[in-house]
């Protein structure tokens, strides 16, 4: 039985060979579309809507960008959309799923049962069926086409994730601490804010990350709710560049765009790999 | 301690969240059955209609049509994805450098935009521009120049293809925190009876990690029966209308057409349809929870 697991020496070494060409492969491939999509950024726009095209530029250019910057209301004003309904959805969130996790993790609540699965409903119901009636009743008060509305829109997306994990948060404080306080005659507030809230900080972060990359890229409501080409986000600028002047697809430009959009996104998972991996395993199976 | 714990004080540190979900998800819910019932349109109109909107939807054979070809992408799709993503994490699972690098580059793409990937793919699969088809003909893997947005099938291979590459790591990271989770004591035990590597793959660590598949095919399946920036990116519905998904045909009939009780009555039934498979969702990982 031996001899099935234990492989001569050559062999075990071509094998390990095997698997590390195997894995240059595949980073070839996930690497390789961002990288044609940067070097054609680079290009000049004539060389980027060339046909054939060619994979490297033959001479630099920032034209493209320059045109991204300047793209109608301009890209400032676009980003800073994007910002806006981004921040607004991590403020929301948090004032939201903090006490919420509070709340779940330390108090025996009255139909826990049920409030939980109330707090999941955005989870089952998907957001694409109840935008039509949101929009309707953001429009009687508004909301349509500001950012604070859109803002909503990514918090329900991202609360229950949010309130899941700050629930787990709060649930891994050992009860000791919390009972100390509270025979020192703390209220259940004082103990929220002066001794959960800096042991939470993770989980906080997590919330913040999650909440910025989904709203930073989300799609359908931002092109359903802004309908005014100012008040647009950076994903639905992005199809307007696409559809350009004319018809003609400014090819060079809508790279540029692109390469916009995923790097603060991009940046954000490689400075904070760890707290987004973990998150993202927290809140998807468990 | 019971005694301080107020059962009401809970509730309030509760309640926010609460009203927030019930306004913002529940209350619209109900809107939208209600809307349903009528004719309302983003023009006007709102007069109550009954079942008609179903009766509607059940013979417009461009909703079935929809649906059916969200199905079919979702059936396409979800293998794809959960096959792949499991040999990458079997590839990928060991800490070695190199394998931790490729795990963290096939996860990169998930942190990017749906709409943004599509746009560069869409760019990628151009036939004029694009280098992709440029790619096929240098390595000599096709002979001519496949055309990707001209017909249905291949429109769909060309979502499928951009889906897959913006997505493998999400399903991949899972099976990788469920393979390494797995005791590595019933491995080393299966080494020392003999079993090679594939009899252990398929002994051990799939059953081992069977919730996971489950769920990560769950949460997968319920994205892409939800599809809609890919198409409407990539494809626009075309050719001649035969790759609108189904939230994009809402999409279309609600707010191209402002049809907006027609549209409501088509959500109700994607709803339903979803629901069912998210409320599976939802008790297996809450089972899980338990354990």
């Known amino acids: ?286 | 301690m019971a005694s301080i714990r107020n059962r009401h004080l809970g509730l309030i540190y509760v309640a926010p969240a609460l009203i927030f979900v019930i306004a913002f998800v529940l209350y619209p819910l109900g809107q939208l059955v209600y809307l349903s019932l009528t004719d309302t349109s983003l023009l006007g109109g709102g007069e109550w209609v009954g079942l008609e909107n179903y009766e509607k939807a059940f013979a417009d054979k461009s909703f079935w049509r929809a649906l059916w070809f969200t199905v079919k992408y979702t059936v396409v799709i979800t293998p794809i994805l959960m096959g792949l993503g499991f040999a990458l994490a079997l590839l990928t699972s060991n800490n070695s450098p190199l394998r931790l690098f490729t795990r963290a580059t096939i996860f990169l793409p998930v942190v990017i935009g749906l709409g943004t990937s599509s746009l560069l793919w869409y760019w990628l699969l151009d036939q004029q521009v694009g280098l992709f088809n440029k790619i096929l003909l240098d390595l000599h893997l096709v002979e001519e120049m496949p055309v990707w947005f001209t017909k249905a099938d291949p429109a769909l291979a060309a979502v499928i293809i951009s889906v897959t590459w913006k997505v493998i790591g999400f399903g991949m990271i899972l099976f990788v925190a469920a393979i390494q989770s797995i005791n590595s004591e019933v491995l080393e035990a299966a080494i020392i009876d003999g079993a090679n590597y594939w009899q252990r793959v398929w002994k051990i660590i799939i059953p081992l990690s069977m919730r996971t598949l489950l769920l990560a095919t769950l949460i997968s399946a319920i994205g892409s029966m939800l599809a809609f920036d890919q198409f409407y990116i990539m494809t626009g519905g075309n050719p001649r209308g035969q790759t609108f998904t189904s939230v994009y045909w809402i999409y279309q009939n609600s707010f191209i057409s402002f049809k907006l009780g027609y549209g409501a009555a088509l959500s109700i039934i994607l709803t339903a349809i979803i629901l069912f498979f998210s409320a599976i969702q939802v008790f297996l990982s809450n089972r899980s929870g338990t354990e």
């Open chain 1, 1 to 286: 039985m031996s001899a099935i697991s234990q492989k001569s020496a050559p062999m075990a070494r071509a094998q390990r060979y095997l698997i590390g060409a195997v894995c240059v492969l595949v980073i070839t491939l996930m690497l390789g579309p961002i990288a044609l999509s940067f070097f054609a950024s680079i290009k000049t726009p004539a060389e980027a809507s060339a046909s054939p095209p060619n994979y490297l530029p033959q001479s630099l250019s920032t034209e493209n960008y320059q045109k991204v910057i300047d793209y109608q209301a301009g890209l400032f004003t676009y980003a800073s959309n994007s910002f806006l309904v981004a921040g607004m959805a991590i403020v929301l969130c948090l004032v939201l799923a903090v006490p919420a996790g509070y709340g779940l993790a330390r108090f025996r609540l009255p139909g826990k049962e049920v409030i939980f699965v109330l707090l999941l409903a955005p989870l089952m119901i998907p957001y694409q069926a109840i935008l039509t009636p949101i929009y309707l009743n953001f429009s009687k008060i508004g909301l349509a086409n500001s950012h604070l509305g859109l803002a909503i829109v990514h918090a329900v997306l991202q609360l229950p994730f949010s309130i899941y994990l700050m629930r787990n948060a709060f649930e891994a404080i050992p009860r000791e601490i919390e009972e100390a306080a509270l025979i020192d005659g703390a209220t259940s507030l004082q103990v929220l804010r002066r001794i959960f809230l800096p042991l939470v900080i993770p989980g906080v972060v997590t919330v913040m990350l999650f909440t910025f990359i989904n709203s930073w890229n989300e799609f359908l409501a931002a092109l359903i709710f802004m309908n005014k080409e100012s008040s647009f986000t950076v994903p639905i600028m992005l199809v307007s560049v696409r559809t350009g002047r004319l018809g003609a697809v400014d090819w060079g430009a809508l790279q540029a765009g692109v390469i916009v959009s995923i790097l603060p996104c991009i940046l954000i998972y490689v400075l904070l790999q760890k707290y987004y991996v973990s998150g993202f395993l927290n809140g998807a199976v468990k």
